[in-house]
């Protein structure tokens, strides 16, 4: 049994050693078992002084209750028995018997306590010895109570009490003796407390020491296995951290300062390898920055307190005019005199951040200075000569684009892409009537429309209007034009665009005149211009607007009215007394009209109207017999007594037909009819007018061969310019030979050709043979060839121009082509496409007869013509109408301002010459200077023209 618990109860240790070695392993298992050793020896420590206080106690206790009280209670016996000798010797003496048996009682009680108190000292007697002498002192004072009880009976005499006297003696020596032995157990007893408390202190102060060597021991240990490392690892990881990677990092063991170490080592390698790497990443940048100092293009400089460079790269040195291993570590002050130097020194002196100086090799610096934190600075010096060269240049432009500003015509306002003014100009300021100081930069178009506000008439918003138009135009992202009266009668036409950088530009143009023209034109052109009337235009519209009607049964008549004797009246007055015929009778006939009748003039003495009504054919009746009666009393005119007739032709819609050309085509021929009838006399048309027609067609036919015929021949009538008085071109004017009717006017032929379409081989034949003959003029001479509308349906006029000008081999730029409106009435794109074509080849193009219609304006709008020819219309009445002047003037400033040459029609005096000459008209056409004449005359009219030029 016993063997078999031996085996168990080792195993049971080495599981608890290894428990302990695990557990003493770990720094926590350390303290652990530190500490619970620590209070181990503080309670062995404890329970030793506890035990030694309870000896101690003991002792006190034995001291107390055992000697003292002995002591004591052996004294107060003494006292006892010293009380009771006392009371025997008053019983003794007493009288009275009563006092005596009083003494008796009290010595009985005294007796009492003294048995006790003796007793009390016998027991807590601590040697024999005393014990003894108790029972002596009990027995000896017993004897002597005996004895006195005996002798009492007696016979008192001195030697009874002298024995009794003995006995009380020996009885106190008894007592004595027990006092004596009491106090001597008592003091030998504390001698033997004290003994024993001594060597409890000794023993105490031992335990102590022992426990403070055990404590320390067990401290030391503790230092030894945690402190110590721990300082170890602390003051490594101190220099670690002071950055001494070098530092050995103690081994540690398996515990957690083990770990710890080994954590801290790996950390110290980690650190150590990220310094090396950022160290090795520091000196790569730095080499790179070094690089990049050294290459840069700029100068670099790094200037310490002292005003010493410190670091300097060579173009650095090449400003100062150094060699780089003089410029190292070299006061900024040594280098005085340089530029780059003296800049240097100044700016830092004066904190001054940034200086452009001229070096003395001709070059300018920029040199820009950052001061550094230990009082020093940083400073780049960069070339800027090219900056500067463009910054003059600039300087430059700008001072020609203020000049270029200033003089324009045109306002301008040019604005950033927040909406800022960035430009204006002065004429800007004029128009809107505001101070040139008034507008600032930055300014927004409100703001200006505000100063424009300010400095406007009271309650004339218009100039404000339109800058607000415009702003709201622009914040739609609109680029565009505007037209608006801002002051007065002042027109101004704005033209805003967008920039290429988001910004937008507006122009303010005057165009008061070109309105003021265009309105007159526009007029004029819904007008005649000498009576007033409605024109051609206008005749056809309405006419148009009839025959429409006509489906709503409302039918109409067109007469047509021709003045008889006109042209005699013409002949014989002149123009003048003709035109003012003209007015005269255009307003009796609109006398006789009603309101929802139309009157027109068509051209020369050719009047018509239209006329609606219910009872058609009577009505028409009527107001032809009441045209013709007006005409009965006659005009006195510039003096003269003008007597004139009308003869009126008839055609009624819907009877003799709805379409608007031919109802006037069937009042025409009636008209004729009315003529041929004896004058002053109306006609119906008829039937019968259809011969008119067949001749027509005849004349058509006739039209036809004329060609291949060869009846026609080229006339040439000279264009004189009018600033240098030489021929700048002849006009070929087409003339048809009939061989029966002799000379029939183009007038008359070309409308035919037109229609019939025969005007394509004609007008290639005219074509082919006017650059034939102009070929042959001096070169400075160009020709001017009449192109029908009719041509311009298809692209033939192109290729024939093309055929013509390499047959005769004339340069494209003196072929002038002349084409009227009704060109650009028909299909304008493609018109305007063989317009352009026809330019492109060098040919150039002239707008004729402008003004007798009523889009001549919309049309130099669309194309640009090189040349403007005023109708003859308007030169004839030069003199005569105020009016016809002013169109002159219009069209003139017109031409000119849109770069085109102006030409005159019909020129027959020198007073239209002059006039035209002071209008500023360029050139002038027309029989003062000479008729069209045959090719074979022109050469003379040449000659003829350079002399009178001359
Ligand atoms: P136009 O092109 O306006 O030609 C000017 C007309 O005014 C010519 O009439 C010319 O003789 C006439 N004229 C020139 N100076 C004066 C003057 O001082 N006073 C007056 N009263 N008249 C003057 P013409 O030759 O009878 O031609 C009439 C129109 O016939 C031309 O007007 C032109 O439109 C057309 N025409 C003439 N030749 C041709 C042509 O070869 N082809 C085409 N398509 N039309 C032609
Ligand atoms: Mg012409
Ligand atoms: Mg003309």
Redesign the pocket.
């Known amino acids: 049994m016993t063997a078999l618990r031996t085996p168990i109860r080792f195993a049971r240790w080495r599981a608890a050693s290894r428990a302990l070695l695990r557990i003493g392993g770990t720094i926590r298992g350390r303290i652990l078992l530190a500490f619970l050793m620590l209070s181990a020896i503080t309670a062995l420590l404890g329970g030793y002084a506890a035990l030694g206080i309870a000896t101690t106690g003991q002792l006190v206790d034995k001291t107390y209750d055992r000697s003292l009280m002995s002591i004591n209670y052996a004294r107060a016996a003494a006292a006892d028995f010293a009380a009771i000798q006392a009371a025997v010797a008053r019983a003794r003496l007493a009288t009275e018997p009563g006092e005596r048996q009083a003494q008796e009682t009290r010595i009985a009680s005294l007796v009492e306590t003294f048995e006790e108190d003796l007793g009390i000292a016998a027991e807590r007697a601590q040697s024999a010895r005393a014990a003894a002498e108790a029972a002596s002192a009990k027995e000896a004072v017993t004897y002597w109570l005996a004895a006195r009880r005996e002798f009492g009976a007696g016979v008192q005499t001195a030697d009874v009490w002298q024995a009794l006297d003995a006995h009380a003696k020996a009885a106190e020596q008894h007592i004595d003796l027990l006092i004596n032995f009491t106090a001597g157990d008592g003091f030998s007893y504390r001698q033997a407390a004290r003994a024993l408390v001594a060597r409890d202190v000794r023993l105490s102060i031992a335990a102590t020491l022992f426990a403070i060597l055990l404590s320390g021991a067990v401290a030391w240990l503790l230092s030894r296995r945690i402190v110590r490392p721990v300082a170890e690892a602390s003051a490594a990881a101190t220099r670690i951290a002071a950055g001494d990677l070098a530092v050995p990092v103690p081994d540690g063991g398996a515990d957690e300062f083990g770990a710890l170490l080994r954590a801290m080592d790996g950390m110290r390698g980690n650190i150590a390898a990220m310094m090396q790497e950022e160290v090795a990443q520091r000196r790569s940048a730095q080499g790179l920055l070094a690089d990049a100092v050294q290459g840069s293009s700029e100068g670099i400089v790094v200037a310490d307190a002292a005003g010493r460079i410190v670091m300097a790269n060579d173009r650095f040195a090449a400003l100062l005019g150094l060699d780089p291993v003089e410029v190292a570590s070299l006061r900024l002050a040594d280098a005085h005199g340089s530029v780059v130097a003296d800049a240097l020194l100044a700016m830092w002196a004066h904190g001054t951040s940034a200086v452009e100086r001229k070096n003395s090799d001709g070059r300018w610096l920029r040199l820009s200075r950052s001061p550094t934190r230990d009082g020093g600075f940083v400073a780049v010096c960069s070339d800027i000569s090219r900056l500067k060269q463009q910054e003059d240049q600039l300087k430059r432009s700008n001072l020609q684009l203020d000049a270029a500003l200033g003089n324009m015509l045109q306002g301008l306002c040019l604005f950033d892409a927040d909406g800022g003014l960035l430009v204006h100009n002065r004429r800007f300021c004029d128009m809107f009537g505001i101070e040139p100081g008034a507008l600032h930069p930055g300014m927004s178009l409100r703001a200006m429309a505000t100063v424009v506000a300010a400095g406007a008439a009271f309650d004339d918003t218009r100039a404000l209007d339109l800058l607000l138009e415009q702003e709201e135009f622009l914040r739609a992202g609109q680029s565009g034009a505007l037209c608006r009266s801002i002051r007065g009668d002042f027109i101004v036409s704005v033209r805003q665009q967008s920039t290429a950088e988001g910004g937008w530009i507006a122009t303010y143009e005057d165009v008061t005149q070109r309105f003021e023209a265009e309105a007159r034109i526009i007029t004029m052109a819904r007008r005649d211009a000498l009576t007033g009337l409605a024109n051609r235009m206008v005749f056809a519209e309405r006419l148009e607007e009839a025959a429409a009607r006509l489906d709503e049964g409302r039918g109409f008549a067109v007469l047509c009215l021709d003045l008889d004797r006109f042209k005699e009246v013409n002949d014989s007055f002149g123009h003048p007394v003709g035109d003012a015929l003209l007015k005269g009778v255009a307003e009796r006939l609109q006398a006789c009209l009603r309101e929802s009748d139309l009157l027109a003039r068509l051209g020369g003495d050719e009047f018509a109207i239209v006329q609606s009504g219910s009872r058609l054919r009577d009505d028409a009746v009527a107001l032809a017999d009441r045209l013709i009666r007006i005409f009965e009393e006659p005009f006195i005119l510039d003096g003269h007594v003008v007597s004139v007739g009308v003869s009126v032709g008839i055609s009624l819609a819907p009877e003799h037909g709805s379409n608007p050309e031919a109802l006037l085509k069937c009042a025409d021929l009636a008209l004729y009819r009315a003529k041929g009838g004896g004058r002053g006399g109306w006609s119906f048309f008829d039937e019968e007018m259809d011969l008119e027609l067949r001749k027509r067609r005849a004349l058509e036919n006739d039209l036809k061969q004329a060609v291949a015929n060869g009846e026609f021949e080229l006339f040439f009538?000279p264009i004189v310019s009018l600033t240098h008085g030489r021929v700048a071109s002849c006009?070929?004017?087409?003339r048809w030979k009939h061989p029966e009717r002799g000379y029939v006017?183009?007038?008359e032929f070309?409308p035919l050709a037109e229609e019939t379409g025969t005007?394509g081989a004609i007008?290639e034949w005219?074509l082919r043979r006017a650059c034939r003959e102009a070929a042959s003029w001096p070169s400075g001479v160009a020709v001017a060839?009449?192109?029908?509308a009719a041509q311009f349906r298809n692209a033939a006029v192109v290729r024939a121009v093309m055929e013509a000008l390499t047959e005769s081999g004339l340069p494209a730029y003196r072929l002038e082509l002349?084409i009227?409106e009704s060109v650009l009435l028909t299909d304008n794109v493609a018109t305007l496409a063989t317009l352009h074509t026809l330019k492109r080849l060098g040919v150039r193009v002239a707008m004729?007869?402008f003004g007798t219609g009523y889009s001549s304006l919309s049309y130099l709008q669309s194309f640009p013509f090189d040349k403007i020819k005023i109708d003859?219309s308007f030169v004839r009445n030069l003199d005569v109408t105020g009016n016809s002047r002013l169109i002159v003037r219009s069209v003139v400033g017109l031409g000119r301002s849109l770069g085109m040459t102006v030409t005159a029609?019909?020129?027959?005096t020198e007073a239209q010459m002059e006039q035209l000459r002071l209008e500023g008209c360029d050139e002038a056409?027309?029989?003062?200077f000479s008729r069209?004449v045959p090719a074979t005359a022109i050469h003379a009219q040449f000659e003829r023209l350079r002399l009178k030029a001359a």
């Open positions: 009538q006009e070929a004017l087409l006017s183009p007038a070309i005007i007008g005219v060839v009449n192109v029908s002349e009227t004729d007869d003859q029609e019909g020129i027959e056409q027309g029989y003062l069209p």
